[in-house]
């Protein structure tokens, strides 16, 4: 075998890896609608200012919930290719898919309006996960 026929059998393989990796769950995510663990919920209201003495042009507490969130460690590799319900730091909540990371996006389908669609998370944005 010479090096062309290696490269290119490694192309194939990658490109067949990476089509076999882009499918989306073959049935819908399960049928009910996790909520946010208590221990949260004090972060998603002062994501969105409910927090007193915060607003604009005021700077958060060094200790409080904006500080903690940017630490927060949002490691979904163990969600790959599990159903995994995410809620984002505007509120926002959904099932989500999850089959790559890369870097500080997970790649994955998001379940919207009865069908999965692809897309494209950046973890920053992610306050919470659970994946089941």
Known sequence: MNRD????????????????????????????????????????????GGQPGFGPGRMPDRRGDDFDRRRRERNLRGCLRRFTF??????????????????????????RRGVWVYDRINVRRILYHQCY
Not at 11 to 40: K, V
Not at 86 to 111: D, H, K, M
């Open 5 to 48: 026929d290696c490269c290119n059998d490694n192309r194939r393989n990658n490109s067949e890896l990476s089509n076999q990796q882009m499918r989306e769950p073959m049935g819908p995510p399960p049928s009910f609608t996790p909520t946010l663990p208590e221990s949260e919920l004090g972060e998603q209201r002062g994501a969105f």
């Open 86 to 111: 995410i809620w984002l730091v505007n509120g926002n909540s959904f099932w989500f898919f999850p089959i790559i990371i890369s870097g500080q996006q997970v790649i994955g389908f998001r379940w």
